[in-house]
T-cell receptor
């Protein structure tokens, strides 16, 4: 799976949009971009994933550049409860061995939403 | 619908002892993966079980073993505990589809402290 690079930490004012960048310059054509977050002392929570088109769900939006070498996770109106470590992961979505692809976590971005 | 449940939530063991951690996957899921998360780091993949067999394994010694039961629940066993095994142990479940897999859902983890 391709390696990702994320800033170590970011701050965001409550109510403003939080834009979390991720670089994945070695991504291959069939690898997806996944985002998970982990609130302190809890298990990681799935947020969103995409292949090449922009995606939106009730939690966030994912913007993937045309060359797919980077992406941005957008939390449109950040709240204090969005304070967490955000992980950007690139991986294949299917496996030929009849098993699910593992997730390779990096260090992630610590997002702190300030009141 | 219960999500992924893990037990116990906290555990203290002595060096050299053995420990068993348990995981019940989200309803409808058939695959269980285990991750170890040391303090301040991202989760690291240990292994994955599907159809009661270990399908994938990360870079962990044979002291780490597991099992999956017919009801898809799983156990993680660690023998000859070391101080360095102190970590949050996370269980993730997913459904292996014929075309693509579902996203992984994580439990809240078991905090293991080895003294």
């Amino acid at each position: 799976d391709a390696k990702t690079t994320q800033p170590t930490s970011m701050d965001c004012a409550e109510g403003r949009a939080a834009n979390l960048p991720c670089n994945h310059s070695t991504i291959s054509g069939n690898e997806y971009v996944y985002w998970y977050r982990q609130i302190h002392s809890q298990g990681p929570q799935y947020i969103i994933h995409g292949l090449k088109n922009n995606e939106t769900n009730e939690m966030a939006s994912l913007i993937i550049t045309e060359d797919r070498k980077s992406s941005t996770l957008i939390l449109p109106h950040a709240t204090l409860r969005d304070t967490a470590v955000y992980y950007c992961i690139v991986r294949l979505r299917t496996s030929s061995s009849g098993s699910a692809r593992q997730l390779t976590f990096g260090s992630g971005t610590q997002l702190t939403v300030l009141p | 619908d219960a999500g992924v449940t893990q037990s116990p939530t906290h555990l203290i063991k002595t060096r050299g002892q053995q420990v068993t951690l348990r995981c019940s996957p989200k309803s409808g899921h058939d695959t269980v993966s285990w991750y170890q998360q040391a303090l301040g780091q991202g989760p690291q993949f240990i292994f994955q079980y599907y159809e009661e067999e270990e399908r994938q394994r990360g870079n962990f010694p044979d002291r780490f073993s597991g099992h999956q039961f017919p009801n898809y629940s799983s156990e993680l066993n660690v023998n000859a505990l070391l101080l360095g095994d102190s970590a949050l142990y996370l269980c993730a479940s997913s459904l292996v589809g014929q075309v693509r897999n579902t996203e992984a859902f994580f439990g809240q983890g078991t905090r293991l402290t080895v003294v």
